[in-house]
């Protein structure tokens, strides 16, 4: 079971990275959040999901599965995004099969495009690669149900993807039928998102059942968002930040490498 959480910056992959982890995923959500402060409704571009892809490319050595939303736009739009993407340092991208503008899989209200239309997409973004692995997900469960679900992964998967997402089970059952249909056949990815709709939580139970990925897409950030209120209300209302269990800057230099860049620049003084 590969387990890869989810990052938004060079920062966030580098904790990522020196936790351990072999991958790390930059999710659609983690990035609208972090970087314009909006949830995940299709307002990220990709311009700033291709700026934020080469930071982290740069920065860390573990493989990147890059959330592409729905390709932002057609077969052509979807080429391209995979042509920047990859050029960018994506190892894997993530291809879904809503409507525009899309939402978290995780939210209410969703739709999905037609069938042929999101095998045209798939077909595309395979085309357009080199080297970089597609995610072929499908939002339908939600919408269309657990049979069109499925129907849509099986198309997706003989289109050619290389990965399937089945995105939302909200059951064991829902779940065990996406693994007994494609487990023996493709790796299977799963979401695993904090107060999200599915019912399998651990990865230990995902690895059980066959699933190969687990992505944990907020993970940081919703660490971030539980505890920075409470730092800033004690600055508020003390006037400092004694006491508060946070890196001071030496420890926090320490985690962003800056001796090894430092001694790194003196060899060219």
């Not at 879904?96 to 939210?107: V, Y």
């Not at 904090?194 to 993970?219: D, K, S």
């Amino acid at each position: 079971m590969l387990a890869a959480p989810g990052c938004y910056d060079g920062f966030s992959a580098l904790l990522v990275e020196q936790a351990g982890f072999e991958a790390a995923f930059l999710s659609g959500a983690a990035l609208s959040l972090a970087r314009l402060g909006r949830p995940d409704v299709g307002l990220v571009g990709v311009g700033e999901l291709a700026d934020a892809v080469r930071a982290i490319a740069d920065r860390v050595e573990i493989p990147l599965i890059v959330d592409i939303d729905t390709g932002f736009g057609n077969a052509l739009n979807t080429q391209r995004t995979v042509k920047v993407l990859e050029r960018a340092g994506a190892a894997a991208v993530q291809l879904e099969d809503q409507t525009f503008p899309k939402r978290c899989g995780h939210m209410r209200g969703k739709g999905v495009i037609p069938l042929p239309e999101m095998v045209g997409k798939v077909r595309a973004a395979l085309d357009a690669r080199s080297e970089t692995l597609v995610v072929a997900r499908t939002d339908a469960l939600g919408v269309e149900g657990p049979q069109a679900a499925m129907d849509r992964a099986e198309a997706y998967l003989e289109a050619g993807a290389d990965i399937v997402f089945v995105e939302g089970p909200r059951t064991l059952e829902e779940t065990k039928a996406v693994a007994e249909r494609f487990a023996a056949r493709v790796p299977l990815v799963h979401n695993l998102v904090e107060g999200g709709i599915t019912a399998v939580r651990t990865g230990a139970e995902l690895q059980e059942l066959g699933f190969a990925i687990a992505l944990h897409p907020m993970l940081l950030l919703h660490g971030l968002a539980r505890y920075a209120p409470e730092w800033l209300a004690k600055l508020r209302s003390d006037g400092t930040t004694d006491g508060l269990d946070i890196l001071d800057l030496p420890r926090l230099n320490a985690v962003a490498g800056l001796d090894a860049l430092l001694a790194d620049a003196a060899t060219y003084a």
